[in-house]
């Protein structure tokens, strides 16, 4: 299999710009179908849980072709590709499309491929025999573990046909799977794992594609729970099912009924081995990783989680819920009232329903020196607050201050530019980027004052052009990035020696080409992202790069300079002024409502984070 053209150099052309609307379109609204079907829970007998195929089920033959009589072989290669999304029995509904010598030859674990806009051609064609080339739109690729990586570019795979007892079947293929998107989307279900982050504060979702039944679906979970987390993630989290933690016995209802576990009433009951003398503490989080994973696949409580038999924690034997773990709560839904804040006019006003009032602190009124706020961060409880101000001196270019809202400020950097400020799970924890590529990460101490140390970006400067907006998540995990008006995802790892690093940079946003201006993280599994032009001009992405979707534009005046968001709330700045996204009734239909006070005025959002 040969991958052919690759993205080169920024969108510039309307023809670029029209693949951009079209690719927007083309995931706006896609959903992703779970298959269900009659089984019995049982853990995969092999030592390496995969998501693709490892799980013994008969194929969903009600969405997957089988070969046609009579069908043209152009036609059967079409077929062949959709049937290649089901992984059971070594795909074994895409080898019926294949003679006995192929079936025999093909590896279908050197690869999967997800891919768009599949065309087909005949490039010779006899009586008997015919060589096929498929060209397609590459979307991403899909690991044995089910994790997903965005790509781009053409692929071209060539397929040798025969005709067999007047029936024609496919000869000779590349070695992997290719998969039509559509149809990927039909049988595999995006599920997170759950880890742990490295302050071992909060829960640290890791996306796997899934294509199980539903009666196989918990013990799949904690199979991969089990083998840790995916590669580019390790280092940035830990897990307190850890190496040696296995299971005792086979997933079951409360009851001890071994069929239909995990589905319907009846919670579940798991029983490991191996965790050692954990503290209450990290007891909780193990509790926490596997009760979030399942809940969030739809897997209902209560979960019962033992350890040699016994309750990992006498007070929940009984079995534990979500409102018992509702303090790792992955979506983070609760947190301090912090309300609304803006920067007009070059200083950091508070918002409410009737007024916009300066804060009471040295960003709440113009500097001495003539300087403005450009900028600016709150802590995630609203007590601290980090700030890009322009210094008012000709050539002295901005610096970057922080300390408490309503007191007196630091000076963390200065530079040519600075990046907004972002904050990430620690309240105390602020970074930014100063002059395009050397990020500062400061620990804020409203008495002892400021620390700063550099982080390592030697990963992100291989990428290329500057780093023009860093947010992290709220679990301190990943950074997302814009480098070069291009989106990206980064992983936030500790070093030996007290330092932080950026890691292993993931493009999620290809058909974006480098239109990106501002981004921000909604969920700790969902960045947006504003870019230029006037068509989807808030886009909505995927973490992992799988989806990306256009936000309603209604209302909205572009350019859409800045986004500012939390797990509830999503406003922006656009040529008129500040505007959120509102859910109306009965029918929740969304459109960007103007903010009073904020509108006709130069205006930013400032909210947590």
Same mark, same amino acid.
């Given at each position: 299999?040969?991958?052919?053209?690759?993205?080169?150099?920024?969108?510039?052309?309307?023809?670029?710009?029209?693949?951009?609307?079209?690719?927007?379109?083309?995931?706006?609204?896609?959903?992703?179908?779970?298959?269900?079907?009659?089984?019995?829970?049982? $853990? =995969?007998?092999?030592?390496?849980?995969?998501?693709?195929?490892?799980?013994?089920?008969?194929?969903?033959?009600?969405?997957?072709?089988?070969? *046609?009589?009579?069908?043209?072989?152009?036609?059967?290669?079409?077929?062949?590709?959709?049937?290649?999304?089901?992984? /059971?029995?070594?795909?074994?509904?895409?080898?019926?499309?294949?003679? &006995?010598?192929?079936?025999?030859?093909?590896?279908?674990?050197?690869?999967?491929?997800?891919?768009?806009?599949?065309?087909?051609?005949?490039?010779?064609?006899?009586?008997?025999?015919?060589?096929?080339?498929?060209?397609?739109?590459?979307?991403?690729?899909?690991? =044995?573990?089910?994790?997903?990586?965005?790509?781009?570019?053409?692929?071209?795979?060539?397929?040798?046909?025969?005709?067999?007892?007047?029936?024609?079947?496919?000869?000779?293929?590349?070695?992997?799977?290719?998969?039509?998107?559509?149809?990927?989307?039909?049988?595999?279900?995006?599920?997170?794992?759950?880890?742990?982050?490295?302050?071992? *504060?909060?829960?640290?979702?890791?996306?796997? !594609?899934?294509?199980?039944?539903?009666?196989?679906?918990?013990?799949?979970?904690?199979?991969?729970?089990?083998?840790?987390?995916?590669? =580019?993630?390790?280092?940035?989290?830990? *897990?307190?099912?850890?190496?040696?933690?296995?299971?005792?016995?086979?997933?079951?209802?409360?009851?001890?009924?071994?069929?239909?576990?995990?589905?319907?009433?009846?919670?579940?009951?798991?029983?490991?081995?191996?965790?050692?003398?954990?503290?209450?503490?990290?007891?909780?989080?193990?509790?926490?990783?596997?009760?979030?994973?399942?809940?969030?696949?739809?897997?209902?409580?209560?979960?019962?989680?033992?350890?040699?038999?016994?309750?990992?924690?006498?007070?929940?034997?009984?079995?534990?819920?979500?409102?018992?773990?509702?303090? !790792? +709560?992955?979506?983070?839904?609760?947190?301090?009232?912090?309300?609304?804040?803006?920067?007009?006019?070059?200083?950091?006003?508070?918002?409410?329903? %009737?007024?916009?009032?300066?804060?009471?602190?040295? $960003?709440?009124?113009?500097?001495?020196?003539?300087?403005?706020? #450009? %900028?600016?961060?709150?802590?995630?409880?609203?007590?601290?607050?980090?700030?890009?101000?322009?210094?008012?001196?000709?050539?002295?270019?901005?610096?970057?201050?922080?300390?408490?809202?309503?007191?007196?400020?630091?000076?963390?950097?200065?530079?040519? *530019?600075?990046?907004? =400020?972002?904050?990430?799970?620690?309240?105390?924890?602020?970074? &930014?980027?100063?002059?395009?590529?050397?990020?500062?990460?400061?620990?804020?101490?409203?008495?002892?004052?400021?620390?700063?140390?550099?982080? +390592?970006?030697?990963?992100?400067?291989?990428?290329?052009?500057?780093?023009?907006?860093?947010?992290?998540?709220?679990?301190?995990?990943?950074?997302?990035?814009?480098?070069?008006?291009?989106?990206?995802?980064?992983?936030?790892?500790?070093?030996?020696?007290?330092?932080?690093?950026?890691?292993?940079?993931?493009?999620?946003?290809? /058909?974006?080409?480098? %239109?990106?201006?501002?981004?921000?993280?909604?969920?700790?599994?969902?960045?947006?992202?504003?870019?230029?032009?006037?068509?989807?001009?808030?886009?909505?992405?995927?973490?992992?790069?799988?989806?990306?979707?256009?936000?309603? %534009?209604?209302?909205?005046?572009?350019?859409?300079?800045?986004?500012?968001?939390?797990?509830?709330?999503? #406003?922006?700045?656009?040529?008129?002024?500040?505007?959120?996204?509102?859910?109306?009734?009965?029918?929740?239909?969304?459109?960007?409502?103007?903010?009073?006070?904020?509108?006709?005025?130069?205006?930013?959002?400032?909210?947590?984070?």
């Amino acid at each position: 299999m040969t991958l052919f053209g690759s993205r080169a150099g920024a969108v510039r052309s309307r023809a670029a710009r029209g693949r951009v609307a079209k690719a927007l379109a083309a995931v706006a609204g896609a959903t992703v179908i779970a298959t269900v079907a009659a089984g019995c829970a049982t $853990l =995969p007998t092999s030592s390496s849980p995969q998501a693709i195929g490892t799980v013994a089920r008969e194929p969903d033959t009600s969405s997957v072709p089988a070969p *046609t009589p009579g069908r043209e072989p152009d036609l059967l290669v079409r077929d062949f590709l959709k049937a290649s999304t089901e992984p /059971a029995g070594r795909h074994a509904a895409a080898r019926q499309f294949l003679t &006995a010598q192929a079936n025999s030859k093909w590896d279908d674990s050197q690869s999967a491929l997800v891919v768009d806009k599949i065309d087909v051609f005949f490039e010779n064609r006899a009586t008997d025999s015919a060589r096929i080339l498929v060209s397609a739109a590459k979307v991403g690729e899909l690991s =044995p573990d089910g994790v997903f990586k965005a790509d781009d570019g053409t692929l071209e795979a060539r397929f040798e046909m025969v005709r067999q007892d007047g029936q024609w079947r496919i000869d000779n293929l590349p070695a992997g799977v290719i998969m039509d998107r559509s149809q990927f989307l039909s049988v595999y279900h995006r599920q997170s794992l759950y880890f742990v982050n490295y302050a071992g *504060t909060a829960l640290v979702p890791d996306p796997r !594609w899934i294509a199980v039944r539903k009666e196989g679906l918990a013990a799949q979970l904690i199979a991969m729970l089990l083998a840790g987390p995916k590669a =580019p993630l390790a280092p940035a989290v830990r *897990t307190q099912l850890g190496e040696g933690v296995h299971l005792r016995s086979t997933l079951t209802k409360i009851d001890g009924r071994d069929s239909d576990v995990g589905v319907g009433p009846g919670g579940i009951r798991m029983d490991f081995q191996g965790i050692g003398n954990l503290d209450p503490h990290d007891r909780e989080l193990l509790a926490a990783q596997v009760v979030w994973t399942l809940s969030g696949a739809g897997i209902t409580g209560p979960y019962e989680v033992l350890a040699d038999g016994a309750p990992i924690d006498p007070r929940f034997a009984e079995g534990w819920t979500t409102a018992s773990l509702a303090a !790792w +709560d992955p979506s983070f839904p609760a947190g301090p009232s912090v309300g609304l804040h803006a920067i007009v006019d070059g200083v950091l006003d508070s918002v409410d329903d %009737s007024s916009v009032t300066p804060v009471a602190g040295p $960003l709440g009124k113009p500097a001495p020196d003539g300087g403005n706020v #450009l %900028s600016a961060s709150l802590s995630r409880d609203g007590k601290l607050v980090a700030a890009v101000r322009s210094t008012g001196r000709p050539g002295s270019g901005v610096e970057l201050v922080a300390g408490p809202l309503e007191g007196p400020l630091n000076v963390v950097a200065s530079g040519a *530019t600075i990046t907004r =400020p972002t904050w990430g799970g620690d309240d105390h924890v602020v970074w &930014a980027v100063v002059d395009g590529m050397k990020v500062t990460r400061a620990v804020v101490d409203p008495v002892a004052g400021v620390t700063a140390a550099p982080v +390592d970006t030697s990963a992100i400067a291989a990428l290329g052009g500057p780093i023009t907006e860093l947010r992290l998540s709220r679990d301190e995990a990943r950074a997302a990035l814009i480098v070069g008006g291009r989106v990206y995802v980064a992983y936030v790892t500790p070093g030996a020696n007290g330092g932080f690093a950026l890691t292993s940079p993931r493009a999620i946003a290809f /058909a974006l080409g480098s %239109s990106a201006i501002s981004l921000d993280w909604g969920r700790t599994d969902t960045i947006f992202v504003t870019r230029s032009g006037a068509d989807a001009p808030v886009v909505q992405l995927a973490v992992d790069g799988s989806s990306m979707q256009a936000l309603p %534009s209604r209302n909205l005046s572009p350019p859409v300079t800045l986004i500012d968001a939390t797990p509830t709330a999503k #406003l922006v700045a656009d040529s008129r002024g500040v505007l959120t996204l509102s859910t109306t009734s009965p029918d929740d239909e969304q459109y960007w409502r103007e903010i009073p006070g904020l509108v006709g005025r130069r205006a930013v959002p400032v909210m947590p984070g």
